[in-house]
């Protein structure tokens, strides 16, 4: 059975040649198979090779290759992504089982699954589900997501967490698709009150990025709400609270890699020897002042 394989996985592996400036902490695997019915118009599964996915390749490996170089590792955890393709439930839970002898925790990314196969998934070693909302309202994820009801992924979430519970569940939204921050903070905030956690990307299309101030706030935002803000309060502390953030955020937390525990993702909203978007590590002293500028 094959398994493709984030380059940066392989890199910490010692499965290639390739060196990384800043080094994964889980393991990310890509079931195969292309193209990705959901043909979100933002993501390369929707093409016939599907080589990319949030600017990183990935090479395929036998996965009994992989077990023991992920057991023996220091990696946190791994992190299992699937695209919409024939028979995808039945195959997540196959590599499952074929992981679990590494011992480590397993978090799984894939498109609306059962709750049979949720629970199938919980039974075993998957602690952590990870949903993709994308475009945070209905309006743009029917233009962006353009093969599902617009609906459904919230309807998967809700699924998702009462099978897992609270703070097991986490909703990747993206950042830059033409929603305002108003839309955005709603949107956490009925991920956050469903008892999900906020995962952000940053999206590109042709190069074109949102404003890394825009970012910035976003990610302030997001953390305000899930500390327990409304998204009226959250929206109008941030244009009054520099004094509070330059107090409390040192160590950069807002601005760090949002997901399931021990994922950094260091160069899925990055390109290397760039500013990070999502640190994937705490930000050095230098960092923050960048990034307190950044936020005006």
């Not at 380059?7 to 800043?22: A, I, P, Q, R």
């Not at 952590?128 to 992924?153: H, Q």
């Not at 525990?261 to 390109?271: A, E, I, L, S, V």
Request: aromatic share 10%; net charge negative; glycine share 8%.
């Amino acid at each position: 059975m094959e398994i493709r394989v984030s380059s940066g996985t392989t890199s910490y592996l010692g499965l290639n040649d390739s060196k990384c400036m800043e080094y994964p902490s889980t393991a990310y695997l890509l079931l195969p198979g292309a193209p990705c019915r959901g043909g979100c118009i933002y993501c390369p599964q929707s093409s016939t090779h599907g080589r990319w996915l949030s600017r990183v390749s990935w090479p395929s490996f036998d996965i009994d290759d992989m077990i023991d170089p992920i057991k023996e590792s220091d990696l946190k955890r791994i992190c299992i992504q699937s695209p919409d393709v024939e028979g995808y439930d039945d195959r997540t839970l196959e590599v499952v089982s074929a992981l679990e002898t590494t011992g480590k925790p397993i978090s799984v990314s894939a498109p609306p699954l059962s709750k049979e196969v949720l629970q199938k998934l919980q039974d075993g070693p998957v602690d952590y589900v990870g949903i993709g909302i994308d475009a945070v309202t209905n309006e743009l994820r029917a233009k962006t997501k353009r093969n599902y009801s617009p609906i459904v992924f919230w309807e998967y979430l809700g699924d998702a967490i009462e099978v897992y519970g609270l703070n097991h569940v986490t909703a990747h939204m993206i950042v830059g698709m033409g929603e305002n921050l108003e839309q955005l903070a709603h949107a956490v905030y009925r991920a956050s009150k469903s008892g999900a956690r906020v995962s952000l990307f940053s999206y590109v299309s042709k190069g074109n990025e949102p404003d890394l101030s825009y970012y910035r706030k976003a990610q302030l935002l997001t953390h305000l709400i899930e500390e327990g803000r409304n998204p009226n309060d959250a929206i109008s502390f941030m244009a009054n609270g520099k004094k509070y953030i330059e107090e409390h955020f040192e160590n950069g937390e807002p601005f760090r890699t949002r997901g399931c525990p021990g994922c950094n993702r260091p160069y899925y909203t990055t390109r290397p020897g760039k500013e990070h978007r999502n640190y994937p590590r705490q930000p050095t002293w230098e960092e923050m002042q960048k990034i307190m500028k950044d936020l005006g």
